[in-house]
């Protein structure tokens, strides 16, 4: 997910560190730790963050993430 997060925002001159918010939905709580784990490797700096877990999501999915991404005109 967060590969394909970065791809999309590299095909727009954008980086992962132009996100200032993430909104993470868990199927089961239990899916967190690995979760934070994957999702640290990512950021030198963390955006905000909200995390639900217990939500029905699209097919077999077990987590999605969405990204709010901003950068300066000019930068």
Not at 1 to 9: D, F, S
């Given at each position: 997910?967060?590969?394909?997060?970065?791809?999309?925002?590299e095909r727009n001159g954008m980086c992962m560190e132009d996100i200032v918010k993430t909104t993470v939905h868990l199927r089961k709580r239990e899916f967190f730790d690995e979760m934070n784990r994957s999702y640290q490797e990512f950021f030198s700096v963390y955006p905000a963050r909200i995390t639900v877990y217990g939500v029905e999501l699209?097919?077999?999915c077990d987590v999605e993430i969405d990204a709010i991404a901003y950068r300066e005109e000019g930068r």
């Open positions: 997910i967060m590969e394909n997060i970065r791809h999309l925002l699209y097919g077999t």
